[in-house]
């Protein structure tokens, strides 16, 4: 039995015989807010440089024709992927009026966000370390869980 905490999606169905619709309308992402554990040049093992590192909490949401991602530090970005795919002009950088699209966005990134901090409250997930300033070790030698 798959545990009710659990989030994500069973894909059997999808694998054995293939999707009619997608299984989701929109994907979110987060990065950032280390809470001051990062150490050393690299973050993870494959090396994500200390310049690439947020020290805010970065949010974002991606559907097929809209993205938006909330980034406190360097200004929020959104663009519409049907007429730019190639996310070349953020149309918040033009002064008035954000796209109505850009409130919906914003709102299921809140939405999303409160879903996260519901499920790490229920499941008594602490923010902290999570062990990026210990040095790198194989997975199989390596018996940390990280959340």
Same mark, same amino acid.
């Given at each position: 039995?798959?545990p009710g905490?659990? %989030?994500g999606?069973? $894909?059997?169905?999808?694998? !054995?015989?293939?999707?009619?619709?997608?299984? &989701? #309308?929109?994907i /979110?992402a %987060?990065v950032g =807010?280390?809470?001051g554990h990062l $150490?050393g040049?690299n *973050?993870?093992?494959s090396?994500? /440089?200390?310049?690439g !590192?947020r020290? &805010?909490?970065v949010?974002?949401?991606?559907t $097929?024709?809209h *993205?938006?991602i !909330?980034d406190?530090e360097?200004g929020?970005?959104?663009? #519409? $992927? %049907?007429? #730019?795919? %190639?996310?070349?002009k953020?149309?918040l =950088?033009?002064g008035?009026e954000?796209p *109505?699209?850009?409130?919906?966005l914003?709102?299921?990134v809140?939405?999303?966000?409160q879903?996260c901090?519901n499920?790490r409250?229920?499941?008594g997930?602490?923010p902290? =370390?999570?062990? /990026? #300033?210990?040095p790198y !070790?194989p997975?199989r030698e =390596?018996?940390s869980? /990280?959340?």
């Open positions: 039995d798959v905490y659990t %989030q999606k069973d $894909l059997m169905a999808w694998v !054995r015989g293939g999707a009619r619709r997608p299984l &989701h #309308d929109a /979110f %987060q =807010n280390y809470h $150490l040049k *973050s993870l093992p090396g994500t /440089f200390a310049a !590192r020290k &805010h909490l949010e974002a949401v991606r $097929l024709t *993205s938006y !909330r406190p360097y929020d970005e959104a663009y #519409d $992927l %049907q007429t #730019d795919p %190639q996310e070349l953020n149309v =950088n033009g008035g954000a *109505s699209w850009v409130d919906d914003r709102r299921r809140d939405q999303w966000g879903e901090a499920l409250e229920r499941l997930v602490v902290g =370390n999570r062990g /990026f #300033d210990t !070790r997975f =390596n018996r869980v /990280f959340i």
